[in-house]
Nanobody, 115 residues
Framework: QVQLEESGGGSVQPGGSLRLSCAASGSIFRVLAMGWYRQAPGKRRELVATITRDGVTNYGDSVRGRFTISRDYAKNTVYLQMNSLKPEDTAVYYC?????????WGQGTQVTVSS
């Protein structure tokens, strides 16, 4: 069994920054891709950013240039640095990890951007 523990969500004013973290633990042989998705009320879950085992990154159009994904391979942890936050970034952010060719989701962490 694999667990994903997320942290770093919260409330921030527009233009502010937050950093999310997600650590994978449990029965792990190899972590492949890791990433973040988000879901706002009444909307579908959408891609925020992903990073492969080789360090290849992919970003959703709405966050490219503002968010940066990174990874600590030794700790099986992925980070999401979010800068220049906008009210439309408000959502529940979910961590995703592909571990030994199976997908796992975190429980989600709320990010609220409001003045």
């Amino acid at each position: 069994q694999v667990q994903l523990e997320e942290s770093g969500g919260g409330s921030v004013q527009p233009g502010g920054s937050l950093r999310l973290s997600c650590a994978a633990s449990g029965s792990i042989f190899r972590v492949l891709a890791m990433g973040w998705y988000r879901q706002a009320p009444g909307k579908r879950r959408e891609l925020v950013a992903t990073i492969t085992r080789d360090g290849v990154t992919n970003y959703g159009d709405s966050v490219r240039g503002r968010f940066t994904i990174s990874r600590d391979y030794a700790k099986n942890t992925v980070y999401l640095q979010m800068n220049s936050l906008k009210p439309e970034d408000t959502a529940v952010y979910y961590c995703y990890a592909s571990v030994d060719y199976q997908g796992y989701w975190g429980q989600g962490t709320q990010v609220t951007v409001s003045s």
